[in-house]
């Protein structure tokens, strides 16, 4: 069974600049999940949803971070404009019952 | 506010010998945890959860052990292998188990000696 897929791995962009993720889920999952992993720190959630709607983006900054699942399978996350804070892996996960599968992650360097 | 605490950012433990890592948590509303290990440039990867209604639970090597009334849980791995070397995570969600958004801690990297 093929995991979660993420794009790109690494991304180096300057602040104010624009940047998007991208996420495959497993097949079949429902619920996706985008976690903020800052160095040093755990992952944080962003946003959940279940099928193509939103669960959860209460931590989500919506000023500048946005996200969509249509058609409720592959999701992206986008930043515009990013801030030197934004630097953190991003982790999209994936889940079935009572696990969550993570993929793994896209590293963003903000300068 | 730090929700899930996990207060060693470092264990070193021989191999052979127990690894015992440690989390403490504040919210009280939090009832089904997880323990999550990451190895270098990969995804977190599940490893073992127990429910509030248990105070044990028990799989191959590893076994977590969660105090409620002291908010605290732990994870045992016996014996401890090299390939057990990677930070590894305390993970607590409410209501939704393991299904619902995670609160992690900032995690514990676990050296085995050989």
């Known amino acids: 069974e093929a995991g979660v897929a993420q794009s790109p791995r690494y991304k180096i962009i300057e602040k104010r600049q624009s940047v998007a993720f991208w996420c495959n889920p497993i097949?079949?999952?429902?619920?996706l999940y985008w976690y903020q992993q800052i160095l040093g720190q755990g992952p944080k959630l962003l946003i959940q949803?279940?099928?193509?709607?939103?669960?959860?983006d209460s931590q989500l900054p919506k000023d500048r971070f946005s996200a969509e699942r249509l058609k409720g399978v592959d999701s992206t996350l986008k930043i515009q404009p990013a801030k030197l804070e934004d630097s953190a892996v991003y982790l999209c996960?994936?889940?079935?019952?009572?696990?969550?599968?993570f993929g793994p992650g896209t590293r963003l360097t903000v300068t | 506010d730090q929700q899930v605490k996990q207060n060693s950012p470092s264990l070193s433990v021989q191999e052979g010998r127990i690894s015992i890592l440690n989390c403490d948590y504040t919210?009280?509303?939090?009832?089904?945890f997880l323990w999550y290990k990451k190895y270098p440039a990969e995804g977190p990867t599940f490893l073992i959860s127990?429910?509030?209604?248990?105070d044990k639970n028990e799989d191959g090597r590893f076994t977590v052990f969660l105090n409620k009334s002291a908010k605290h849980l732990s994870l045992h791995i016996v014996p401890s292998q090299p390939g057990d070397s990677a930070v590894y995570f305390c993970?607590?969600?409410?209501?939704?188990?393991?299904?619902?958004?995670?609160?992690f801690g900032k995690g514990t990297h676990l050296i085995i000696q050989p």
């Open positions: 996960a994936s889940s079935v019952k009572n696990e969550q599968y």
């Open positions: 097949s079949g999952h429902a619920t």
């Open positions: 949803f279940q099928n193509n709607g939103v669960v959860d």
């Open positions: 919210n009280s509303m939090f009832d089904y």
């Open positions: 127990i429910s509030s209604i248990k």
């Open positions: 993970a607590a969600s409410v209501g939704g188990g393991g299904a619902d958004g995670l609160t």
